[in-house]
C-alpha cells in the first residue's frame, strides 16, 4: 500500500521507487501545455510543420541543388534538435520551478528534471507525425531501417537527460545559464548541419563536428535511417552512444548534491522496544553568504580574487531524539527554534551536517499542508498528483479516492482549477490526501493553524484515530494544549539547542514560564 521507499544512497537510482510520481509529472506537464490550446496535442504535429515550411522557403533556394528531397532532410534534423534543445531548456528550470515543494516534501531531486526531458520526448515522438506527412507527400521510400528509430531516441534522451541534470543544477546557482545556454544553443544549431549538407565546410570544420558535436552525431545517425535508408558506421554509432553516456554520468554526478549517507530508511519489522525514529548527535549548518552573487561571471571574478566569504549557521546543534513506535512527541520553541528544521532532516530533506538519523516504517511528512497541490490543476488531478507526490500508489490513491473527497468536503468542485480556491479548501484537500493512509510515522508542522474551527477538529478527531491505532506522532505547534492533548512528550528547542525533554505536561510548562505565559 503505502508509501515510497528511499535508497540511502541518494543516487539517481533512487528514482526507481518514483515510477508514478514521473507518470504524473509527465501528464501533468503535457496536460497544461496544451490546456487552453483549441487543437491540442495536433500542435505537436503542425508546429514543426510550420517550422519546417519557413525554413524550407527561407534555405531551400541555397541548399537544395545538393540535397535531394530537402524537406524531409530538413525535417529529421529540425526535430530532432527541437527535441534535445527544449527538453534540456525545461530541464533547467527542474529545480528552481518546484523549489517552495522540495523545502517542504522528500522527492528524488532527480524526478523533475527527468520528468521534463520525458515529457519532451513523448512530444517528440508526437511530432513524428509531421514527418510522416512530408514521407507520404513527398513520395519517399519507407525504409525498414525506420525500425531503429527507437535506438536512436533512447541516444538522444540518455543524453538530453544528462545535458539537463547539469543545467539543473547550474540554473539553481546561476540564473545567468538560461542566457549563456540560449546563445550557444542557436551556434549549436548553426553547427548541426541541419538544414545544409555537411560535406560544404571546410574540411578541419566538418571533421571537428562529426566527431565533437553530439546532437550532429544524432541527426546524422536519424537521417540514415529515416531519408538514406541505411545505418550509420560503426564510429557514428559508438560516437553516439559514448556522448550519451559520458554526458549522462557527468550531469548525474554534478547534479547529486545532497547525499544521504547519513540517513537510513527501513522497512524491517519494528519492534515495540525498538526505536522507530533515532536521532543522534545530529548538526545542521548553512553557509549563508556576505553577498548576493547570482550570476557566473561575478562568481569566477570573486573566486579568483578570493573574495567569496560566507558565513556559518547553525540551525541545529547536538540534538539526541528516541522515539519509540506509537509514542507522540511534541517539538517546542519559538519561531526559529529549529523545529522545522528536525523535521525536515527527519523526514530526509535536508541533510544534517553530523550526526545519524534513523527512521524505520513509512514517513508521511505534513511540513507545509498543500504542499506539490498544482494550481494550475484541478482538485481531482491534485489528488493523484499529491498523492504520488507523498509517495502512495496510483491503485491505492484510487482506491481511497471517494473518502478523500468526502474528507476534503470537496465533491462540488472537483473539476475546478486549484487556483479558485480559498486556503481553507486548499488545506482541506492537502490534509485529506496526507492522511488518507496508516502511516508508521506521521510528522506534522502547525497543521492545525488553518482552515476554520470545524475543519481543526476533524483534522485533530483523525489524528487521534491514526494514534489509537499505532502511528507514530512527530507534531510542531505553538499552541501548548495541542501539544499536551496529542502527545505523550516533549522537546523543548531554542536556537537549534535542545533545553529539555520529557512529558509533555512537564516541557509545555516549563516553556510557558520561561515565555511569561
Not at 33 to 48: A, D, E, H
Not at 137 to 152: A, D, R
Not at 378 to 406: H, M, P
Amino acid at each position: 500500500m503505502t508509501l515510497v521507499r528511499k535508497d540511502k544512497t541518494g543516487g539517481f537510482l533512487e528514482v526507481r521507487h518514483y515510477k508514478d510520481l514521473l507518470i504524473q509529472l509527465v501528464s501533468r506537464d503535457l496536460k497544461l501545455k496544451y490546456r487552453r490550446s483549441v487543437l491540442g496535442y495536433v500542435w505537436s504535429v503542425l508546429n514543426p510543420l510550420l517550422i519546417m515550411i519557413v525554413m524550407y522557403v527561407v534555405f531551400s533556394k541555397l541548399f537544395d541543388r545538393n540535397i535531394p528531397n530537402f524537406p524531409v532532410y530538413l525535417l529529421v534534423g529540425r526535430t530532432l534538435y527541437d527535441f534535445i534543445v527544449g527538453a534540456t531548456n525545461k530541464a533547467m528550470d527542474g529545480i528552481t520551478s518546484n523549489a517552495a515543494l522540495l523545502k517542504k516534501t522528500y522527492v528524488s531531486k532527480y524526478m523533475f528534471p527527468l520528468a521534463k526531458v520525458t515529457s519532451c520526448m513523448v512530444d517528440y515522438v508526437l511530432s513524428l507525425g509531421a514527418l510522416l506527412i512530408v514521407l507520404i507527400f513527398t513520395g519517399s521510400p519507407f525504409y525498414w531501417t525506420m525500425l531503429l528509430f527507437p535506438l536512436i531516441t533512447l541516444e538522444a534522451y540518455i543524453f538530453a537527460c544528462g545535458m539537463g541534470f547539469f543545467l539543473a543544477q547550474m540554473h539553481v546557482f546561476f540564473r545567468d545559464t538560461r542566457y549563456i545556454y540560449n546563445a550557444f544553443t542557436t551556434m549549436w544549431m548553426y553547427a548541426s548541419a541541419i538544414f545544409y549538407p555537411v560535406d560544404i565546410l571546410p574540411n578541419w570544420m566538418r571533421l571537428l563536428v562529426e566527431n565533437f558535436n553530439p546532437l550532429y552525431i544524432y541527426i546524422k545517425q536519424f537521417r540514415d535511417i529515416a531519408y538514406s535508408g541505411c545505418i550509420s558506421d560503426m564510429k557514428t554509432i559508438i560516437l553516439g552512444v559514448a556522448y550519451a553516456a559520458l554526458f549522462f554520468v557527468l550531469g548525474t554526478v554534478i547534479f547529486r548534491i545532497n547525499r544521504t549517507s547519513s540517513f537510513c530508511t527501513s522497512d524491517g519489522g519494528i519492534g515495540m522496544e525498538d526505536y522507530i525514529i533515532d536521532v543522534n548527535n545530529v548538526t545542521v549548518r548553512f553557509n549563508k553568504a556576505n553577498m548576493k552573487v547570482d550570476n557566473l561571471k561575478e562568481y569566477v571574478v570573486r573566486l579568483l580574487r578570493r573574495e567569496l566569504m560566507f558565513q556559518e549557521f547553525i540551525a541545529l546543534k547536538d540534538v539526541d531524539l528516541h522515539i519509540k513506535k506509537g509514542e507522540a512527541w511534541g517539538l517546542v520553541g519559538t519561531n526559529g527554534a529549529g523545529k522545522s528544521t528536525l523535521l525536515k532532516v527527519i523526514s530526509r530533506i535536508l541533510k544534517p551536517y553530523k550526526g545519524t538519523v534513523d527512521v524505520k516504517g513509512s514517513v508521511a511528512a505534513l511540513i507545509e499542508l498543500g504542499a506539490g497541490i498544482d494550481p494550475n490543476m484541478s482538485a481531482r488531478e491534485n489528488i493523484f498528483l499529491n498523492g504520488t507526490l507523498l509517495g502512495y500508489k496510483k491503485d491505492f490513491i484510487q482506491e481511497k479516492f471517494d473518502e478523500i473527497v468526502e474528507f476534503s468536503e470537496l465533491q462540488d468542485f472537483l473539476d475546478s482549477p486549484v487556483k479558485n480556491f480559498s486556503s481553507g479548501m486548499k488545506a482541506r484537500l492537502g490534509f485529506s490526501i496526507a492522511t488518507s493512509v496508516q502511516p508508521d510515522i506521521l510528522i506534522a508542522d502547525e497543521i492545525l493553524s488553518v482552515g476554520d474551527v470545524r475543519f481543526k477538529k476533524k483534522c485533530s478527531e483523525r489524528m487521534q484515530n491514526m494514534l489509537s491505532n499505532g502511528t507514530t506522532l512527530l507534531y510542531v505547534s505553538h499552541n501548548m494544549k495541542s501539544i499536551e492533548q496529542l502527545c505523550d512528550k516533549a522537546l523543548w528547542l531554542d536556537h537549534g539547542v535542545p533545553v529539555m525533554q520529557g512529558t509533555a505536561k512537564e516541557v509545555c510548562a516549563a516553556y510557558n514560564k520561561k515565555m511569561g505565559v
